[in-house]
């Protein structure tokens, strides 16, 4: 069953520092990969999205993720982070070519940022 | 402007009374999705529709009830609420098609309490 796996629930990071957040993902096709972003009280927005082609994904505001098919992750990361990035990060995978968009969510992590 | 709007933002119902979320997309979506977002939990999917007229179970779809008479509206009904549904919903819809247009736009979220 396809699955996706945060393991960290809550990060704290000092503004300017560098920041991972983990992603792996059980699935026996080919994945699509999404990182979603959530600020307090809003919706998600979409972050940036893995099909194929180059491994390394460049989103908004600064962010990246990395597909490591040999690892089943995928990591997003962000060389320096700015106070406004303390949110919720979610996790997706969906079907490639499949259920046109039934996607799997991590359960999310949580990211603080510290002054 | 794309967007799902979500009605109402917030509501507090009391058991047993029939309430119903509504959901509109003005961007001719084929796909439309309903998540409830828990603590710990991350997203789940209730409900998705892959056309009018064309619905199927996601996840945790027990005590809910949508339609898709029109392409534009995806309402969620709960026929009789109980406090297990309190929640924070999210419709979400995407065009058919995949591949490099792969995207979830979501609404703004209903905060919902059951008491």
């Known amino acids: 069953a396809q699955s996706v796996t945060q393991p960290d629930i809550h990060i704290t990071v000092s503004e300017g520092a560098s920041l991972e957040l983990r992603c792996n993902y059980s699935?026996?096709?080919?994945?699509?990969l999404f990182w979603y972003v959530q600020s307090p009280g809003q919706g998600l927005q979409l972050l940036l999205k893995?099909?194929?082609?180059?491994?390394l994904v460049q989103g908004i505001k600064g962010f990246e993720a990395e597909f490591k098919r040999s690892q089943s992750s995928f990591n997003l990361r962000k060389p320096s982070v700015h106070w406004s990035d303390a949110a919720e990060y979610f996790c997706?995978?969906?079907?490639?070519?499949?259920?046109?968009?039934?996607?799997?969510f991590g359960k999310g992590t949580k990211l603080s940022v510290k002054p | 402007e794309a967007q799902v709007t979500q009605n109402p933002r917030y509501l507090i119902t009391v058991t047993g009374k029939k309430l119903t979320v509504t959901c509109s997309q003005n961007m001719n979506h084929e796909y439309m999705s309903w998540y409830r977002q828990d603590p710990g939990l991350g997203l789940r999917q209730i409900y998705y529709s892959m056309n009018v007229e064309v619905t199927d179970k996601g996840d945790v779809p027990e005590g809910y009830k949508v339609s898709r008479k029109e392409k534009r509206n995806f309402p969620l009904i709960l026929e009789s609420p109980s406090p297990n549904q309190t929640s924070l919903y999210f419709c979400?819809?995407?065009?058919?098609?995949?591949?490099?247009?792969?995207?979830?736009?979501f609404g703004s979220g209903t905060q919902l309490s059951v008491l």
């Open positions: 997706a995978v969906g079907a490639y070519g499949g259920s046109q968009g039934n996607l799997i």
């Open positions: 699935y026996g096709a080919t994945p699509y």
């Open positions: 979400a819809s995407k065009p058919r098609g995949g591949g490099e247009n792969e995207k979830l736009f």
């Open positions: 893995y099909f194929s082609g180059d491994t």
